[in-house]
């Protein structure tokens, strides 16, 4: 099965501070499939955790999903345009990814890129 390049709402846009990337770590706590079958879009939990010194914004992710037997099927971007303070954590919750391949069983999550707040 070929691959599909979606993006989320926010779109490919992921220009940052590469320095400040370095000390940002985003985990996806949860996530399941809204709208299966017809819209077919992650909501996720998705914990960001900030070791610099600075607040940062604008956390820019790759995400990419794949089937049972772990073939790849979809890769997008998505930005949470949330502030996190320095050395703090943020929760955020229900975020609505973008859309997927029908076939996506897994899903994992790639820090792109951060900008200082």
Request: charged fraction near 20%; charge should be negative; proline fraction near 4%.
């Amino acid at each position: 099965m070929a691959s599909q390049l979606l993006s989320g709402c926010s779109g490919p846009n992921c220009h940052g501070d590469p320095e400040l990337t370095k000390n940002v770590y985003i985990e996806l706590v949860d996530w399941h499939i809204v709208g299966l079958w017809v819209i077919n879009c992650p909501c996720c939990w998705i914990r960001v955790k900030n070791y610099n010194n600075v607040p940062i914004k604008d956390v820019c992710f790759r995400y990419r999903t794949y089937g049972y037997d772990g073939e790849l099927l979809t890769v997008g971007t998505y930005k949470l345009e949330y502030d996190v303070p320095a050395g703090g954590i943020k929760n955020c919750i229900e975020q609505y990814i973008g859309l997927v391949d029908l076939e996506s069983d897994m899903l994992s999550l790639e820090l792109v890129s951060v900008e200082a707040h």
